[in-house]
């Protein structure tokens, strides 16, 4: 469909699929239980990675971005608008928080 694709490899458990329209893209990649996932619309991205319990978020809408980074119970989540920055880290029940402006 004129430069529409959509293209889907399986390997046993492990498939990659893959669509394009225009210029967006959606993009996943799983392997066992291991996944990613990539939505592109124009330069907005929305990145997901999960690896058994542990997952990575990351959104970037023009120069705003937001990222999650889980490992068990650990969280670190950073967010940014144009240049404003706020850091959160927690560890078990241990917190920092950061706010930059």
Do not use: K, R, V
Not at 28 to 48: D, F, P, V
Request: charged share 10%; proline share 0%.
């Amino acid at each position: 469909m004129s430069n529409h694709y959509i293209i889907t490899l399986e390997m046993s458990d492990h498939y990659m699929i893959t669509l394009e329209m225009s210029n967006h893209y959606i993009i996943t990649l799983e392997m066992s239980n291991h996944y990613m996932i990539t939505l592109e619309m124009s330069n907005h991205y929305i990145i997901t990675l999960e690896m058994s319990n542990h997952y990575m978020i990351t959104l970037e809408m023009s120069n705003h971005y937001m990222i999650t980074l889980e490992m068990s119970n650990h969280y670190m989540i950073t967010l940014e608008m144009s240049d404003h920055y706020m850091i959160t880290l927690g560890m078990s029940d241990h917190y920092m928080i950061t706010l930059e402006q």
